[in-house]
Each structure stands twice: as C-alpha cells, then as structure tokens.
Nanobody, 121 residues
Framework: QVQLVESGGGLVQAGGSLRLSCVAS????????KAWFRQAPGKVREFVAA????????YYADSVKGRFTISRDNAKNTVYLQMNSLKPEDTAVYYC??????????????WGQGTQVTVSS
C-alpha cells in the first residue's frame, strides 16, 4: 500500500546541506503534484514546499524560501528537496506527498513514511 518512499535524511551541522528524495511506486504519479511537509517534536505537521505535476509552479513556506528547492525528475519518478543553509529549527521528520492538486494545505492523497533530518548547532 506504500506509494511513496523518502530517503536522504541524516544529521548535519548548521549551515550544511542535504538532499531528500521521494520515489513514487507508480509511474502514473509522475503527473501528480508533489509536496514536502515536516513535523518536529511537539509541533504540528507543516507545509514546506510543493511542485505542480508539470513542474512549472512551486510553492514554499516562508521559513524555507531562498534555502530549499523542490524539483522533480519524472524519468526517475522522483521528487527532491534540496536543503541548503540548514538551521537547527529545520530539524524534523520530513514527509513527501502526492495528489491531484498543488497546494500548501494538508490535502494530499498519498504520503510517505518520513525521513529524519537533524541539524546540530
């Protein structure tokens, strides 16, 4: 039943970079909108970034603008989140999602299991 699998999380120092990947199990997901959310301990799950099915539209949370970049490689059925200039407040479990609509809302149809990102100071 798992449709999306995240990878690439880990422990990095503040100012460092990571690239998260999310592989879709079905080729049809290539045309779906994709998004990244994150949830830190004691916090609600929050929107990070989204990309339209065609890749021409992207949305970012204000907290990550200028530092994170969402992209997709439809040939690999994969969406990426390049995270630069990481801060300790970026520490969270990161989830990828897919759906018919490109939105910052928690309205996606499919979700991955999450990957841990920890940023030390």
């Amino acid at each position: 039943q798992v449709q999306l699998v995240e990878s690439g999380g880990g422990l990095v120092q503040a100012g460092g970079s990571l690239r998260l990947s999310c592989v879709a199990s079905r080729r049809t997901f290539s045309s779906y909108a994709k998004a990244w959310f994150r949830q830190a301990p004691g916090k609600v799950r929050e929107f990070v970034a989204a990309i339209s099915g065609t890749g021409d539209i992207t949305y970012y949370a204000d907290s990550v603008k200028g530092r994170f970049t969402i992209s997709r490689d439809n040939a690999k059925n994969t969406v990426y989140l390049q995270m630069n200039s990481l801060k300790p407040e970026d520490t969270a479990v990161y989830y990828c999602a897919a759906g018919f609509q490109t939105t910052y809302l928690d309205d996606y149809d499919y979700w991955g299991q999450g990957t841990q990102v920890t940023v030390s100071s």
